[in-house]
């Protein structure tokens, strides 16, 4: 196994952005970092490569079957099925030990349900029904609570509303990726909607982007984004993301769009990111 390979069982850039929803998470709790907000940090991250890791496992043979994915250790056999289980195991016990030794036992149940519910669940689900992004979207939702209930929050109110952002922004975010590799999954069995490119697509994909940009007006009404400068910024970027994501939608569903719905989307939440950052930190302005 080389390190090339490791790093593709474990996906760190994908596992690293789940993980970032939990930093943000514990500093609107806190309104601050420390070692309990990095533990937490840390532990979903591990949690997240272990999830990936056994995913791939789970997923090897309809891997072989996509072109985006036929390249991965597993279906290339330069990593064996026991070798991915065993790296898993090792990334979840540090990810969950880390959690719940040195953030706080709550935030580590939550954060094993969500690697639980995503290769329990979710991974199982793909197959069968196009609706499983929605399963999906639940473990994209609670690394966030994973990193506000580790900073003492309660699993109430604002914590449930940054969920809420982060759910709907998945389905979108789901939603563009099944347009964009349609083809592939379909070749592997994976059940999925038309390309966006479609008038009845295009309708539903905006619908979601919509939905995303009302998930951050809930963390407005909730307080958890609050003054006048923040509530402001935070309406002007959810009214830029949903007239440049429609725009891009309508023009139709080619390659190059859909990158565009895809920076469009990663764009807004790390602008929704940065400013609850901002505002937990520096209050409201």
Known sequence: MT?????????????????????????CGSAGLDGRGLAATAGVFLLACASSSLNQYQERARDALMERTRGRPLPMGRISGRGAVLVACVAGLAGASALFFLAAPRAAFIAVVAAAWYNGVYTPL?????????????????????????????????????????????????????????????RAGFPVAKSLGGKRESVVGCAWAAASAAGAGALAALGVVSGKGWVSALAAASVLFLVSFCVFTVRGGGPRHSQALTGSLYGYQGIVFLLLTGNAVFGPA
């Not at 109430?156 to 563009?176: D, E, I, N, T």
């Open 3 to 27: 390190a090339g390979d490791l790093l593709s069982l474990l996906r760190p850039g994908l596992s690293l952005a789940v993980a970032v929803s939990t930093l943000v998470g514990f500093v």
């Open 126 to 186: 793909k197959p069968k029904t196009r609706h499983a992004v929605f399963a999906g979207a639940v473990t994209g939702a609670l690394p966030p609570l994973v990193g506000y209930t580790a900073a003492g929050g309660p699993v109430a109110g604002p914590c449930l509303g940054l969920s809420l952002f982060m759910f709907v922004w998945q389905v979108a975010h789901f939603k563009v990726l099944q347009a964009m590799y349609g083809a592939d999954y379909e």
